[in-house]
């Protein structure tokens, strides 16, 4: 079979490599030697950076696209250097949903080199960002899914570009957000409520990296310390750990957490050190988990770091009830008539 290669997207590939210091070959490598395999699903391709905006636009597009994530469930977005793959992904999207606020700076990167004709969406910033210093300069905090008022905003931002792409599934995307903020609303009350079981002065988190600013100003802890910033590239001195044990110690923190994304061996050391507990189940911090495992959806990793947290450091806990079933596939996803009044946010 003959291949057939678009020369003409040589020259956005060039300047893809050049950014993002992958070989040219290496680029090329990942392109299909035809096209026919991507054209044979009619669905507009939408291509998600990180695993929770993807398990959201699941949630709201159900079966409508062809939905990618680039990262998988336990990746760093932090770090994550993309592969021939996703720039084949990316070069064959429609719409284009990530982060934003330098969550995933390489994939940033890619999209501002790129020629792609996608739209490309920063759901993210949808949102007030929190400040956080990095390299003492200040920044907006880009772990905002933190706090899940946060959430129903990245839900709404998600459903009006889908809405843009693909007015034809509009009444789809309205009734699955709906029913999806309806849950995340619930979810909220119920973080607050559990946070408040714990004693007051044991409402501390300290975790490996600097993820939990949003989660602990909405629901009321304090953000004692992490080992490292707002990025992991970083690595902590060891004065840095010195004064974590120090400060767990002098505050009687009854347990610290790890994390899903992070190697695990450092903060297991501060624990030791610190002569404290460290929580069993790890914190889903910048990805959810994989299938099957406590944090695998947004609305399951919040519930499962609610439960660690709170029994970690001496709350009662209570399970989350979820009101509406989950209206994910196409089937459940047959919307009622939706009055054109209803559709503004
Ligand atoms: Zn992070």
């Known amino acids: ?30 392109c299909t030697p035809t096209e026919t395999e991507a054209s044979a699903d009619p669905r507009p391709s939408v291509v998600a950076s990180s695993t929770i905006i993807a398990d959201l636009t699941e949630d709201i597009a159900g079966e409508t696209i062809n939905l990618t994530s680039i990262l998988r469930p336990g990746d760093d977005p932090h770090i994550y250097e993309p592969v021939p793959n ?61 706090d899940v008022t946060n959430a129903i905003a990245m839900v709404n931002a998600i459903r009006d570009a889908l809405i843009d792409l693909s007015p034809a599934d509009q009444a789809v995307f309205i009734a699955n957000s709906q029913t999806l903020n309806s849950q995340l609303a619930d979810l909220d009350t119920w973080i607050s409520r559990q946070i408040e ?39 902590p001195s060891a004065q840095t750990v010195q004064n974590l044990v120090n400060e767990i110690k002098t505050r009687g923190v009854p347990a610290i957490f790890a994390e899903t994304t992070i190697n695990p061996q450092l903060i297991k050391t501060v624990a030791e050190e610190a002569g404290v507990e460290l929580a069993e189940q790890e914190l889903y911090s910048d990805s959810i988990g994989a299938s099957g495992s406590p944090g695998d959806s947004y609305l399951n990793m919040m519930e499962s770091n609610t439960k660690t947290i709170v029994e970690a450091l001496g709350g009662s806990y209570t399970p989350f009830i979820r009101e509406a079933p989950a209206a994910a596939d196409s089937e459940s996803a047959t919307p009622q008539a939706v009055p054109a009044e209803s559709i503004a946010p």
């Open 86 to 146: 996703d720039i084949k992904a990316l070069e064959q999207a429609d719409l284009v949903l990530y982060n934003g606020f330098n969550l995933e700076p390489a994939l940033i990167r890619l999209l501002e080199a790129g020629s792609q004709d996608a739209i490309h969406v920063p759901v993210g910033e949808a949102v007030d960002a929190l400040e956080m210093d990095k390299a003492g300069q200040k920044q907006p905090d880009p772990h905002v899914w933190g």
């Open 1 to 30: 079979m003959a291949h057939s290669f678009n020369l003409a997207s040589l020259p956005s590939l060039r300047k893809i490599a050049a950014a993002t210091g992958l070989s040219l070959g290496l680029v090329l490598a990942g």
């Open 197 to 235: 079981t714990i004693p007051e002065e044991q409402r501390l988190l300290v975790t490996t990296h600097d993820a939990f600013q949003y989660y602990t100003t909405s629901y009321d802890l304090e953000m004692l310390g992490t080992l490292i910033g707002i990025s992991t590239e970083e690595q």
